[in-house]
């Protein structure tokens, strides 16, 4: 079973950046695909931006590009969500996701473990 724990949210004043961590544990950190998705009040969970076992390969929504960038480091067992020039519309909890095959994916449903999320709050 894989447990995933994020940190490093919080409340950042507008133009400001968070790193936001995903911690890993229970598999091979190696072997995972990793994805960040989030939710803004009142809508549904979306994607963010996932990237390949390697780390070579990332891919990104459209509304983040830019202004995310997603990493990991296999040797710590991370994924990283670095997020610049936050804005108010930002503001949400933040999922990391974990799957067991390899390739980037943008849907909720090709992944298997989920964080409980972490909170960023961004004020104007």
């Known amino acids: 079973q894989v447990q995933l724990v994020e940190s490093g949210g919080g409340l950042v004043q507008a133009g400001g950046s968070l790193r936001l961590s995903c911690a890993a544990s229970?598999?091979?950190?190696?072997?995972?695909?990793m994805g960040w998705f989030r939710q803004v009040p009142g809508n549904e969970r979306e994607f963010v931006a996932a990237i390949g076992w390697t780390g070579f390969s990332a891919v990104y929504a459209d509304s983040g590009k830019g202004r995310f960038t997603i990493s990991r480091d296999n040797a710590k067992n991370t994924a990283y969500l670095q997020i610049n020039n936050l804005k108010p519309e930002d503001t949400g909890v933040y999922y990391c996701?974990?799957?067991?095959?390899?390739?980037?994916?943008?849907?909720?449903?090709?992944?298997?473990?989920w964080g409980q999320g972490t909170q960023v709050t961004v004020s104007s």
């Open positions: 996701a974990a799957r067991i095959y390899s390739g980037t994916r943008s849907s909720e449903k090709e992944y298997q473990y």
């Open positions: 229970g598999r091979t950190f190696s072997t995972l695909s």
